[in-house]
């Protein structure tokens, strides 16, 4: 079973324009999410956490919203540039043992 | 300023044969970790490292040893290799397994077993 779903293989929006990645969990013991980019052929990088005790984090073009009643959170990226287009994977757990979802590919047309 | 580095990034082994995944950190992190990923699957993990001297096993263990020989290195062995291992795998650390902390992520070893 799939704790952490990312029902959206994949994305295309416009550069400028806002991109929207959502994630789903099940496991209501999660206590904080994480989301990493990863461009072919390379390890994932950070982006952006948030705590479950928290709706909202924001760093530069990139935000996170979490509804803990929907179990559900979301990357915002905007605007969007060319240089975004990557596989957004997000993760969820505790110490040490986070769950991957598999992973959105955005492309970001200029 | 290397951060993790995985040797080797290719590697083709025959069915029954073993090798070890190799794996250092140069930013002093007391946690590392090792995951697959496959198609469709996002990233598992494998085994971690919570600090030196300590390994458990994460979501799919099976098939896998690890040893982490100091604070810089941790090392992923396969003792006999199935097609079913054929996969990419990545190790990373983090300062801490703290709720929250980052992972720093290696390039990827990509095995193929036949």
């Known amino acids: 079973d799939q704790q952490v779903k990312q029902n959206s293989p994949s994305l295309s929006v416009q550069e400028g324009r806002i991109s929207i990645l959502n994630c789903d969990y099940t496991?209501?013991?999660?206590?904080?999410f994480l989301w990493y980019k990863k461009y072919p052929a390379e390890g994932p990088t950070f982006l952006i956490s948030?705590?479950?005790?928290?709706d909202k984090n924001e760093d530069g073009r990139f935000t996170v919203f979490l509804n803990k009643s929907a179990k559900h959170l979301s990357l915002h990226i905007v605007p969007s540039q060319p240089g975004d287009s990557a596989v957004y994977f997000c993760a969820a757990g505790r110490t040490y043992k986070y769950i991957f979802g598999t992973g959105t590919r955005l492309k970001v047309l200029a | 300023n290397a951060g993790v580095t995985q040797t080797p990034k290719f590697q083709v082994l025959k069915t029954g044969q073993s090798m070890t995944l190799q794996c250092a950190q140069d930013m002093n992190h007391n946690s590392m970790y090792w995951y697959r990923q496959d198609p469709g699957m996002g990233l598992r993990l494998i085994y971690y490292s919570a600090s030196e001297g300590t390994t458990d096993k994460g979501e799919v263990p099976n098939g896998y040893n690890v040893s982490r020989l100091n604070k810089r290195e941790f090392s992923l062995r396969l003792e006999s290799a199935a097609p079913s291992q054929t996969s990419v795998y990545f190790c990373a650390s983090s300062e801490s397994g703290g709720a929250g902390t980052e992972a720093f992520f290696g390039q990827g070893t990509r095995l193929t077993v036949v």
């Open positions: 948030i705590s479950s005790i928290k």
């Open positions: 496991n209501s013991m999660f206590d904080y």
